[in-house]
Every structure is written in C-alpha cells, then in structure tokens.
C-alpha cells in the first residue's frame, strides 16, 4: 500500500510506501488526514489505521512541474472528466456493465482539423463517440455535459487522491 503525501498547503506532492508514512507521523513531521477504512497496524499495545494520505507541518516549496500542463494520456483525460463520458454522463463502470468503455474523443473531429489538445478532447463512451461521428456536438445535437479545461500535474494529482478515497470508501 502506498500513501499520498500532501504538503502544509494541502497539496499532493509525492506517494511513498506506507510504513514510510507511518514514521514520519511518528516522527512527528506530519499527521494522518484520512485513514484506511480496513489496514491496520499492531504493534504491542498499539493499533494504528493505515495513513491514506497524510500532510507534512512545514512548508515546503513545491517543485515548478506541480504547476505545468499534464500530459494528455487517456487515463489522465479520464481522469479530468471524472471517469465519465461527456455526453450521455454514464460512468466508466455502467459502461463496464454495458460492454462498453472510455475513449478519446475530439469535439472538433480530427478530419476536420481538430487538434490533439486538452481544449478539443473530452472522455466518450464509445457508442457516443460513434453516434456524433464526425460532427460537432452542435450538428450531431449532443452537447457537451461538463467543461474543456487544461489540468495542471497538481490538479490531476489531486482528483486522482480524491478518486482513491472514492473507491476505498466504494469498497467498504
Ligand atoms: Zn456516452
């Protein structure tokens, strides 16, 4: 198991095993923020829930990469438009039930010149993705559910820590 490691401002900078989280919460150099619903560790005369994330007391600076665009990947766009399609709303798992899954699609198709970035994709099931076609969303009359942004590597760091406390509390 590893934990999410926040700095004094909340932010996630770093994932670590968990017995490293441990000791530095022993250590007194930072406190648990959410605790595993089920690991624990025993020691005599101790029992300790397993550090999800924890956030270190002192500040420090957060390296310059935390504010620069992510890399656009399909689990990290995925990610941004929270593990949805942006057309028909369903979530990645009623797609699993439906035999269907998540894939790229350009809101400006591609065959018409629209490029491959964070401003012209969104997550589409595919029978969305095969219904608009190469139409727009206004053409194919599907518009969009949610909105195009641009994640930093601190942002996407973030919703992925708030995806595992969604799927650790999912599976209690
Ligand atoms: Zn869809």
């Known amino acids: 198991m590893r934990t999410l490691v926040l700095n004094a401002e909340m932010i996630p900078t770093a994932e670590v095993p968990v017995t490293e989280a441990l000791t530095k919460v022993f250590l007194g150099k930072a406190y648990t923020v959410e605790e595993h619903p089920r690991i624990v560790f025993r020691s005599p005369g101790l029992t300790i829930a397993a550090p999800v994330s924890i956030a270190m007391f002192r500040y420090t600076r957060l390296p310059a990469s935390f504010y620069g665009r992510a890399a656009l990947t399909n689990e990290n766009l995925f990610l941004r438009d929270g593990d949805r399609c942006l057309y028909c709303l369903r979530t990645r798992k009623e797609l699993y039930e ?9 809101v400006l ?27 727009t969303p206004d053409e194919a009359g599907m518009p969009l559910q949610g909105r195009v942004w641009v994640p930093s590597v601190g942002r996407l760091h973030r919703l992925r820590m708030d995806r595992r406390i969604r799927g650790l509390h999912a599976a209690e």
Do not use: F
């Open 98 to 106: 439906a035999g269907l899954r998540l894939t790229r699609e350009h």
């Open 109 to 135: 198709p591609r065959s018409r010149g629209g490029p491959d970035h964070w401003e012209n994709v969104v997550a589409a099931c595919q029978a969305c993705n095969c219904r608009k076609g190469s139409h």
